[in-house]
């Protein structure tokens, strides 16, 4: 690997994408929201009125998928988000997909990668590794405010509902189940705000380089 590979693997709707934007920008690497990836191939195959256990069309979407071009807005929907935990029981998909997002680590300056396998399928030796949790009920809160600061309307027990469901479909598929790495570092969010998520991140990823010295 060229450069610092940081993993930061965790449930639906823990704050990844949030902390890894922002360890990113600190720490000046590139990075990687992997689950646009696996959102890009289930809105293809929903647009096409596709099943989502096609896998020959599935295969077909993960080969068009470019890390670089994807457009997160079309992608941020709830049922885009069940749909991509559909797609991503298709080994063949995982497999695609998985060396597009390898390329992108081994791209210098390093990358931060958010996700569900990275630090145990996509980057096992990354240089830090963070299993990013938060109890479900505080997760589908911040899902739910998040949808209403953008002017619509949510439910709350429905949400808690897709992310439950999510979760147990991603912990329970054979391939590159979510759980945590052997030597990742576990962070759980439930009580601090964004500010303090990140500064106990920063505390970790530093004292693991500072270990290295
Ligand atoms: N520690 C936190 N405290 C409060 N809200 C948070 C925290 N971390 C993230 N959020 C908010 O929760 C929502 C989900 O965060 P996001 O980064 O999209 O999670 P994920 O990438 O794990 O799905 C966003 O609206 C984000 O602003
Ligand atoms: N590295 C990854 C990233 C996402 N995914 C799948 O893609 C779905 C959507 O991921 P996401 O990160 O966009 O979901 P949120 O946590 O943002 O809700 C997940 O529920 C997983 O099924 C995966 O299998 N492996």
Known sequence: ??????????????????????????????????????????KALLDAGL????????????????????????????????AASKVAVISSVRRILVEKQRAFATTPPGAVLDGRDIGTVVCPSADVKIYLTADPRVRAERRWREIEAKGLKA??????????????????????????????HLLDSSKMDIDSAFLAACGIIDSVLASRK
């Open 1 to 42: 690997m060229s450069g610092l590979v940081i993993a930061i693997d965790g449930p639906a709707a823990s704050g990844k994408g949030t902390l890894a934007r922002r360890i990113a920008a600190h720490y000046r690497l590139n990075h990687l929201d992997t689950g646009l990836s696996y959102r890009a191939v289930a």
């Open 155 to 184: 439910d709350f027990e429905a949400i808690l509902a897709d992310i439950e469901q999510r979760d147990a479909r991603d912990m329970n598929r054979a391939d590159s189940p979510l759980k945590p790495a052997e030597d990742a």
């Open 51 to 82: 099943p989502l256990d096609d896998v020959e069309h599935a295969e077909d979407a993960a080969h068009g998928v470019d890390l670089g071009k994807i457009d997160r807005t079309v992608l941020s929907a709830n049922e885009v988000g069940e």
